[in-house]
């Protein structure tokens, strides 16, 4: 086979493949100010959000020395760590106090166990007052260079006497970062902190050999492990040690398995106990009540779309007026005026009561009671399948309205799961009817008449003609509004109550309120993870091909 | 090479540090947050105005106080710390000094003396409840109840809420635990010395959701400030829990026939804490506002504005009349002898601890 050549004597392929990526390179330049806007705003913070889901630093950050030396100590040993762990624990404690990064380190660590908050607070406060001053009065009454900073610079610069002290050198270089990160002072002006003697003391005493001899056998030794019981004795509680333990790693899935309503527990997970699961039944309910909202959307959405879409251009203008008015409504304005229509004093009950006392409620109403009570069974027959899906059989009683008896009762129409499907199939409505508008709008009516007059009923030629071509609409509708209705928090917060609140509350409790971004990235993750879950399967049954935002 | 580059930047820091301080200059322009509405007008007129006038600074208002926790963490964590005076509720500012976002004032150095010559520390007294926070206002979370759907006999304690015999309806409540769980072991027969004792044990905390059990079907939770307010308004409810200023103007400038059960009111603090990691000239104008804003006659000022009680106690001699009303403004402070005879102090070290784990507890409560 012979080569075919271009003009300049290269072969063909060659020569069209580089014409080919010099077109792909400049429509990549095209698109790089948008590709590049997209990375730095979208998907970075995204990402550095998501992945606090599994950080967790700050403890072995904070507390390097009594991280390593807890190594050795035995969780199961029912016991406080001895003494090192204490002497760690003092020199990490009197630094992080300086930093001022104890506190926050207490706040991560109450979000697992209740009361190690204030236990860090109150303990970086008298950290400082230990009586450990002995030492160091004691160390430089024996020889005035231990109390001039120029002699301990020159010492801790010099390698033997780093050898000899590795501990007292390391303890010296985090006080002179200290000294020169929050005091802004230089370290070889100031004379070191009683922490610094502290541990040239401990040296000493194992029988390491100081820069100038000391004898330090007379002095009062300090138990450190006291000192901190004396602080608050939950120093003790091999417990408050465990938390340590099990979030010392610089990762953890702890945040994960908090949101699934388990706990990471020395030997491995534990689940939570009854009193504070709540995150998968949120979960549950969050799916459930956001694919009613979907559906409510869908059947009021579809009969508006096809009048938009067949409506001479007039009157569908002006009924896409009415569509779209609610978007220029502010959202807090909206689901306010949903409460003052809901509310038991309000509009539609209000009405029903009037109506109830005319001569037409008297008469009609056993018949709208019948209604009803069809209504309820339904509900009924929801919440049963609700409750079998949280693992509860039977229990429940159905609600059931004898009117004889009950008289007039006012409906509970607010602050429940059906003021959060009302409201948000409101909030909602636009982001189904314009999808399914655009869709329509390309589906040529005359198709219908056709079908009509090769015989099909009115019915057939819907079902069969009309709605297959209005599908993608549908698809596009729905997973719009379930994505949205999914993230939606303010709409359930106001008018929700207790069982009509979404996981999306808790994301923002945790963080707005709280400020555990672990676990509302947590949260948000699953969130994510379920989404895309839901999309692939969308794709997998319907097809992605086949949702249509427009024309 | 951490280190050096640590130095570097702290050098870099220090030096127009050293250099503004030294010449005093302060910033022309500041943006103060607060929570919006009636109190953000109250702080404008008795505060902002005076101030601008004094000095020619310009106050910017932002309305992001129910954020300013998670928002100050997001701006620190992204060196760029936009607001320089941040009002904001007593536990926040516990929180936000223990995350190291908030400056730690000096109160005695830095703030102004009381007028009856006393120092700071001791004017604000107990009030001073966070290294960080200089508190402003006391308020009070109590009960509101429709006098026309309470029957013959108006409820005089905290435990009318409890009380669905004599009060048949619908009650509303925060959405939180904080203040609930406290009124329900009070009306459950434990001491007002050892709720807080009672409730650091399981059994304590099962006897309080069981005590809110009894009145769970009757009950709007509640998350905004003006919820209570209107549901008393529309008769949705015949009593509900929410501020005192709320109240005051729903009962003195909307009239409405509701009256105020100060039993068991709950004190909390308003105030304001500075952000760290301002720039000197930020910092020093944010210190001489807050300096400013805070002495005995700023503080008194603002309570012809809005009913909540000033935070330093020789500012309470001052307290006038309101503004427009003309009705003399003691009365319905919450800290007033007549309404304070059983009263709360928010228990911030408790509530730092047990927040965390009782709120998700009373989650899981609300859901089942």
Same mark, same amino acid.
């Given at each position: 086979m012979t080569l075919v050549l271009a003009a300049d004597g290269r072969p063909l392929k060659t020569s069209l493949n580089r014409a080919l990526r010099r077109q792909k390179l400049r429509a990549l330049m095209l698109i790089a100010p948008l590709l590049i806007f997209i990375l730095v705003s979208f998907v970075m913070p995204i990402a550095d959000m998501l992945f606090r889901s599994v950080e967790n630093e700050i403890v072995v950050e904070t507390l390097p020395r009594t991280v390593a030396t807890l190594d050795g100590w035995d969780s199961e040993s029912g016991q406080a760590p001895d003494e090192d762990v204490f002497t760690a624990l003092y020199f990490d404690l009197v630094l992080a106090a300086e930093y001022k990064?104890?506190?926050?380190?207490?706040?991560?660590?109450?979000?697992?166990?209740?009361?190690?908050?204030?236990?860090?607070?109150?303990?970086?406060?008298?950290?400082?007052?230990?009586?450990?001053?002995?030492?160091?009065?004691?160390?430089?009454?024996?020889?005035?260079?231990?109390?001039?900073?120029?002699?301990?610079?020159? +010492?801790?610069?010099?390698?033997?006497?780093?050898?000899?002290?590795?501990m007292t050198a390391n303890i010296y270089d985090a006080w002179a970062k200290m000294i020169v990160d929050t005091e802004e002072d230089?370290?070889?002006?100031?004379?070191?902190?009683?922490?610094?003697?502290?541990?040239?003391?401990?040296?000493?005493?194992?029988?390491?050999?100081?820069?100038?001899?000391?004898?330090?056998?007379?002095?009062?030794?300090?138990?450190?492990?006291?000192?901190?019981?004396?602080?608050?004795?939950?120093?003790?509680?091999?417990?408050?040690?465990?938390?340590?333990?099990?979030?010392?790693?610089?990762?953890?899935?702890?945040?994960?398995?908090?949101?699934?309503?388990?706990?990471?527990?020395?030997?491995?997970?534990?689940?939570?106990?009854?009193?504070?699961?709540?995150?998968?039944?949120?979960?549950?309910?969050?799916?459930?009540?956001?694919?009613?909202?979907?559906?409510?959307?869908?059947?009021?959405?579809?009969?508006?779309? +096809?009048?938009?879409?067949?409506?001479?251009?007039?009157?569908?203008?002006?009924?896409?007026?009415?569509?779209?008015?609610?978007?220029?409504?502010?959202?807090?304005?909206?689901?306010?005026?949903?409460?003052?229509?809901?509310?038991?004093?309000?509009?539609?009950?209000?009405?029903?009561? +009037?109506?109830?006392?005319?001569?037409?409620?008297?008469?009609?109403?056993?018949?709208?009671?019948?209604?009803?009570?069809?209504?309820?069974?339904?509900?009924?027959?929801?919440?049963?399948?609700?409750?079998?899906?949280?693992?509860?059989?039977?229990?429940?009683?159905?609600?059931?309205?004898d009117w004889a008896v009950a008289g007039f009762e006012r409906l509970a129409l607010i602050n429940n799961q059906t003021g959060t499907v009302i409201a948000m199939t409101h909030i909602l409505l636009p982001f189904m009817i314009l999808p399914l508008f655009s869709v329509m709008k390309t589906i040529p009516i005359s198709y219908l008449r056709a079908a009509k007059s090769l015989g099909a009923t009115n019915w057939t030629a819907f079902w069969r003609v009309y709605f297959p071509q209005s599908i993608p609409g549908i698809g596009a509708g729905c997973i719009l509004v379930f994505i949205l209705s999914i993230g939606y928090y303010i709409t359930p917060e106001l008018v929700g109550g207790t069982k009509g609140v979404f996981i999306s509350n808790r994301i923002a409790y945790h963080i707005s309120s709280s400020l555990n971004w672990g676990l509302a990235a947590a949260l948000g993750t699953i969130l994510l993870v379920i989404v895309m879950g839901l999309y692939w399967m969308y794709d997998k049954i319907v097809g992605i091909d086949n949702v249509k935002l427009g024309g | 090479m951490k280190m050096t580059i640590k130095l570097m930047a702290t050098t870099c820091l220090m030096l127009p540090a050293t250099l503004a301080v030294a010449d005093g200059h302060m910033a022309d322009e500041m943006t103060i947050v607060s929570w919006g509405g009636a109190y953000s007008s109250s702080q404008e007129n008795a505060y902002h105005i005076p101030y601008s006038e004094m000095t020619g600074v310009t106050i910017i208002n932002d309305e992001s106080s129910a954020e300013a926790v998670a928002k100050l963490r997001a701006m620190n964590e992204a060196g760029n710390v936009t607001w320089d005076v941040v009002d904001v509720v007593a536990s926040d500012a516990i929180r936000l000094c223990d995350e190291g976002l908030a400056l730690e004032i000096d109160f005695d150095e830095q703030l102004a003396p009381g007028d009856d010559g006393s120092t700071a520390t001791e004017d604000?007294?107990?009030?001073?409840?966070?290294?960080?926070?200089?508190?402003?206002?006391?308020?009070?979370?109590?009960?509101?109840?429709?006098?026309?759907?309470?029957?013959?006999?108006?409820?005089?304690?905290?435990?009318?809420?409890?009380?669905?015999?004599?009060?048949?309806?619908?009650?509303?409540?925060?959405?939180?635990?904080?203040?609930?769980?406290? +009124?329900a072991l009070l009306c459950d027969g434990v001491a007002k010395g050892d709720v807080y004792d009672v409730m650091e044990t399981e059994e304590g905390q099962e006897q309080a959701f069981a005590k809110l059990d009894t009145i769970k079907d009757s009950v709007i939770w509640w998350s905004a400030g003006a919820d209570t307010p209107q549901l008393l308004a529309d008769g949705e409810i015949i009593m509900g829990s929410t501020y005192n200023g709320r109240l005051f103007s729903l009962i003195e400038e909307q009239d409405q026939p509701v009256a105020m059960l100060w039993d068991a009111q709950v004190f909390d603090l308003d105030g304001w804490i500075i952000p760290a990691g301002l720039t000197p000239e930020r910092e020093a104008r944010a210190l001489d506002y807050v300096r400013f804003a805070t002495d005995t006659q700023r503080l008194a000022d603002q309570s012809k504005y809005i009913a909540y009680g000033p935070a330093r106690a020789s500012s309470a001699p001052l307290v006038a009349q309101h503004a427009t009303l003309g009705i003399d403004m003691a009365p319905h402070m919450p800290t007033d002898p007549a309404n304070a005879t059983n009263t709360f102090l928010y228990n911030y070290t408790w509530w730092a601890d047990y927040r965390d784990d009782l709120d998700a507890k009373f989650q899981v409560w609300l859901s089942q």
């Open positions: 990064t104890h506190t926050r380190l207490g706040s991560r660590l109450n979000y697992e166990m209740t009361g190690i908050s204030s236990l860090f607070r109150k303990s970086g406060r008298s950290v400082d007052d230990f009586p450990t001053n002995n030492y160091t009065d004691v160390i430089q009454a024996a020889d005035t260079s231990y109390g001039d900073p120029a002699q301990w610079a020159a +010492w801790m610069a010099d390698d033997v006497v780093r050898a000899a002290l590795p230089l370290p070889i002006e100031e004379v070191p902190w009683d922490f610094v003697y502290t541990s040239l003391y401990l040296e000493v005493m194992e029988g390491a050999d100081p820069p100038i001899s000391l004898d330090l056998s007379t002095v009062a030794p300090v138990t450190l492990r006291d000192q901190f019981y004396d602080v608050d004795k939950d120093w003790l509680d091999p417990e408050v040690w465990k938390i340590i333990k099990i979030y010392s790693p610089e990762y953890t899935n702890g945040y994960f398995l908090n949101s699934v309503d388990r706990l990471k527990g020395p030997e491995g997970v534990e689940v939570r106990p009854d009193n504070e699961q709540i995150y998968i039944t949120l979960f549950i309910r969050t799916m459930i009540m956001s694919g009613s909202i979907m559906g409510m959307c869908v059947l009021l959405g579809y009969p508006i779309a +096809w009048l938009l879409a067949n409506l001479p251009a007039r009157k569908a203008n002006m009924l896409m007026i009415l569509v779209l008015l609610p978007f220029w409504t502010s959202l807090l304005v909206r689901t306010s005026a949903w409460k003052v229509l809901l509310q038991q004093q309000g509009v539609i009950n209000d009405t029903l009561v +009037w109506y109830h006392s005319t001569w037409l409620g008297q008469f009609l109403d056993p018949i709208f009671m019948g209604f009803l009570n069809l209504c309820y069974a339904f509900v009924n027959v929801i919440t049963w399948v609700w409750n079998v899906l949280n693992g509860i059989w039977g229990g429940t009683d159905g609600l059931y309205m | 604000f007294g107990d009030l001073l409840v966070s290294d960080c926070f200089i508190p402003q206002i006391v308020y009070s979370t109590t009960v509101g109840y429709r006098v026309d759907l309470v029957g013959d006999t108006a409820p005089t304690d905290i435990c009318a809420i409890f009380d669905t015999e004599t009060y048949p309806g619908m009650r509303s409540l925060e959405k939180r635990p904080i203040n609930n769980m406290e +009124w």
